[in-house]
Each structure stands twice: as C-alpha cells, then as structure tokens.
C-alpha cells in the first residue's frame, strides 16, 4: 500500500516563511515526477510546482521566486520552500507523486493572515 504523508503546513503571517514535505511510503518503484498543488476555498485546484526525478522543475506563475521545490530521491520525499507568503497562498496543500499513476497525499492547511 502506497502512502504520501505532508507535513509542514500551519498558519503564519504574511511575509513569512514555511517548508512543507511530503514522504512517499510502501512498495514504491522508482518515481518519476513529484509535485504540489493547492486549493483554495472556493477555487479550482491548481499546480504549484513540480519536478522530475532529474531535478527539472516548472513553477507557476504567481510563486515564481518565492517558492522552491526541490527532492531527495533517497528519501522518496519532496520539499516545498515557501518564501514571502501572502494571503493568497492560502490553501489547502496537497503532494502527489508518479510512478505507476498518480499518488496524492491527504493535504496539509497552510493559512497566511494580514
């Protein structure tokens, strides 16, 4: 059984930091992409970052230069570096990783206030 567990999500004020991870477990072949998307109340689900297993990564516009998603393959985990929240980075923040298919994590709350 497959399983992706984040962590890291909280409540901070804007202009502050926070570093989610989120750890793959079970009978896990190599993975191929991980990444993060989030969903805000109200909103669609949206593709935050991503990054294959060589290191390439893609960003979306609105966190370009804040944010860092990097990996450690060893490990089966995939970080996200959040730098000079706002309020709109509000959202619930969910991981998923591929190998056979698409794996989510159940999500973490990241809550940024004024």
């Known amino acids: 059984q497959v399983r992706l567990v984040e962590s890291g999500g909280g409540l901070v004020q804007a202009g502050g930091s926070l570093r989610l991870s989120c750890t793959a477990s079970g009978n896990i072949p190599r993975i191929n992409n991980m990444g993060w998307y989030r969903q805000a109340p109200g909103k669609q689900r949206e593709l935050v970052a991503d990054?294959?297993?060589?290191?390439?990564?893609n960003y979306a516009d609105s966190v370009k230069g804040r944010f860092t998603i990097s990996r450690d393959n060893n490990k089966n985990t995939v970080y996200l570096e959040m730098n000079t929240l706002n309020t709109e980075d509000t959202a619930l923040y969910y991981c998923y990783a591929e190998f056979y298919g698409r794996y989510w994590g159940q999500g973490t709350q990241v809550t940024v206030s004024a």
């Open positions: 990054i294959s297993s060589s290191g390439n990564t």
